[in-house]
């Protein structure tokens, strides 16, 4: 909902704190996510506070990574596709936020300010930079 040209990009299903379900729930918990989620792309079951699972997603995640190079050393034009990418997410969060923003201080001047309590401006204002 927030950035349709975020949501068209590659995404890895990562489910964490494994380590807290225990063994003979596992499976039947993780596969339940996926089915409500109707996900079809890749899956990491991990626990980040112990490791479990990181090493194939972090192989996997770099040689994601690697193509991705090697695909813009073979066609440079493809760096200038990325970036321009990357500017249309930023523009679209910004947009959002402006929009999310102008809701807010509508609900307060109409005075049903009481389900923004916990809103803070200031909570969405961030600057992304994106490197390569």
Not at 28 to 40: F, G, H, T, Y
Not at 80 to 87: A, I, S
């Amino acid at each position: 909902k927030f950035s349709p040209t975020l949501a068209e990009q590659p995404r890895w299903l990562l489910l964490n704190k494994i380590d807290m379900v225990p063994e003979e729930e596992l499976e039947e918990r993780c596969q339940s996510v996926i089915d409500a989620l109707k996900w079809e792309g890749p899956v990491y079951r991990i626990s980040a506070i112990n490791k479990q699972g990181l090493d194939r997603l972090v192989l996997q995640l770099q040689d994601f990574l690697d193509e991705k190079k090697e695909a813009i050393v073979q066609n440079p034009e493809l760096a200038d596709e990325e970036r321009e990418l990357r500017m249309q997410i930023d523009r679209e969060a910004r947009d959002n936020l402006e929009r999310m923003r102008a809701e807010m201080r509508a609900r307060r001047e109409a005075g049903h300010d009481d389900d923004w309590d916990d809103f803070n401006d200031d909570d969405y204002d961030v600057e992304v930079e994106y490197v390569q």
